[in-house]
């Protein structure tokens, strides 16, 4: 028996490749599903079923694509209603897959198709959980994302809570997790940055498992503090539910070079984004007018979903010409199919008069201007959980992912950090596009902050949250 984990850093998601005596399964594929076809022809498998735990929201899945390539059987958890043809099974309905079985555990509450799959040996004994959005290691699946009229978040909170206690936590202790997420996810607010655990582990040290907790203290906890999801969320699930197409081009696409004239005229059709992926030490010093810097070096595809909202929105890239192919496959696993090219040469090829640029300072500077006159307007683009953990004691926070062009001085410069400088390079790239040019980009954020004399609030450590 074989059990691989594939996890994708730049989504936090894992999936997985299970294989016993000649026959394979993949749970929640990626949408370049080269990997788990190369996996299986190198070990002389076949690709019996793909798993899915859910509808997801946050990527678009390769179960369409991996099913049309190998003739595997796409299965989904009970009330599941796709667009395509595939398996709807039956709550504990069991799989062969060589001499190992999989069982199929209905854990409704982050959605209500929401399923688990449970992996049992050839001797009967239960090995291991493949949790999808249901269980993560330190957290649990957000109940905010499959409402109806008839179903609030708390409704659906209650499912899970009862779907935790009833259908994972009586599980052994041994059973390793393989979750769905880790941290930087948006499908969770408390995940660890382990990718495997146990249910022994996580029954003593997620706080939604507590053994004490009522249902009522469950659903206030697990609804407490949750960020409204990205945009692109909704986008992704009918994506997802309804259907796409499998021969995906969008490489084909990314790789058509355009001239300066030729991207000039794309760039003001209608709803076209100039999207400028290097890096932020680049970005800023020069880049086309009205374009938005999401660099490919950090959480491109989220942020893009977040940023840009709309998977039919035209896209013109600016990108070294060797990442052209990374850019698009992570393009592609959130539903951003409509590229329209590349400037071929890349921003060297621009005029460079027409170039603009973000003014950007290091932390130290920014300290002795902040010490010459401490009346200056600062801008925290972090999460919430991020500030309230600590920030700089007159910083307004105004996260990147909701970022509201109110909360600026309409008069004086603006002082713009993140965490680590890659967010706060993206906000001041929207605040510019809006004609908001008084923003001065803070490098490295608050890590460089933090070794500054900076007045910063009392660090406050997660559970005081």
């Known amino acids: ?15 997985y490749y299970i294989e016993s005596n000649g026959d394979a399964v993949v749970i929640d594929p990626l949408r370049e599903v080269g990997t788990y076809i190369t996996m299986a022809a190198d070990r002389g498998a076949k690709i019996k079923y793909v798993f899915e735990t859910h509808f997801h929201a946050d990527f678009v899945s390769g ?34 897959i060589g001499d190992v079985t999989i069982k199929l555990l209905h854990t409704p509450g982050h959605t209500m198709e929401s399923s688990s799959y449970l992996l049992i040996d050839e001797n009967g004994k239960e090995v291991s959980l493949f949790s999808g959005d249901t269980l993560f290691l330190g957290d649990v699946g957000r109940p905010d994302l499959a409402q109806k009229s008839d179903l609030t978040q708390e409704d659906l909170a209650g499912m899970l809570f009862d779907s935790l ?10 059973v390793i ?22 249910i022994g582990y996580e029954k003593v040290n997620n706080y939604a498992l507590r053994p004490d907790m009522t249902k009522q203290e469950f659903i206030q906890e697990v609804t407490e503090g949750i960020l409204p999801p990205p945009a692109y969320f909704p986008e992704n699930v009918t994506l997802n539910k309804l259907g796409y197409n499998p021969k995906n081009d969008n490489i084909v696409k990314a790789n058509i070079s355009l001239s300066v004239e030729e991207f000039k005229k794309k760039s003001i059709q209608s709803g076209v984004i100039i999207l400028d992926v290097r890096s932020a030490a ?13 660099g490919i070096d950090g959480g491109f595809a989220p942020w893009v979903g977040t940023i840009i909202k709309q998977v039919a929105t035209p896209i013109l890239l600016v990108c070294d010409k ?30 460079q008069d027409d170039l603009a640029t973000i003014s950007s300072i290091s932390a130290k500077y920014f300290d002795e201007i902040y010490q010459a006159d401490n009346v200056i307007d600062i801008i925290d683009v972090r999460k919430e ?60 954020g608050f890590a460089a902050i933090k070794k500054t004399q900076l007045p910063l609030s009392v660090e406050l450590c997660p559970s005081t949250l």
């Open 165 to 174: 206690r009833t259908r994972i936590m009586t599980l052994p202790d041994e």
């Open 1 to 15: 028996m074989k059990v691989e984990q594939i996890y994708t850093n730049c989504l936090a998601q894992g999936s």
């Open 177 to 198: 997790v393989y979750p769905g997420h880790g941290a930087g996810s948006a499908c969770g607010k408390n995940m660890s940055k382990e990718t495997i655990g146990s």
């Open 63 to 96: 179960h369409l694509t991996l099913a049309q390539q190998t003739g595997a059987e796409i299965v989904f958890g009970p009330t599941a209603k796709p667009n395509f043809n595939c398996l709807v099974a039956e709550d504990n309905q069991e799989f062969k």
């Open 282 to 294: 680049d970005f800023v010093k020069g880049f086309i007018p009205n374009s938005i810097f999401i």
């Open 385 to 444: 959980a991020e500030y309230k953990s600590r920030h700089i004691i007159s910083a307004v926070l105004n996260p990147l992912g909701d970022l509201e062009n109110k909360k600026l001085n309409s008069t004086s410069e603006n002082f713009v950090h993140c965490a680590g400088g890659y967010r706060s390079v993206i906000a001041c790239s929207l605040l510019k596009r809006e004609g908001i040019h008084n923003v001065t980009n803070i490098e490295g």
């Open 322 to 351: 060797n990442r052209l192919e990374e850019v698009a496959t992570r393009l592609s696993r959130v539903g951003f199919d409509n590229v329209l090219g590349h400037l071929n040469g890349g921003i060297q090829v621009w005029e």
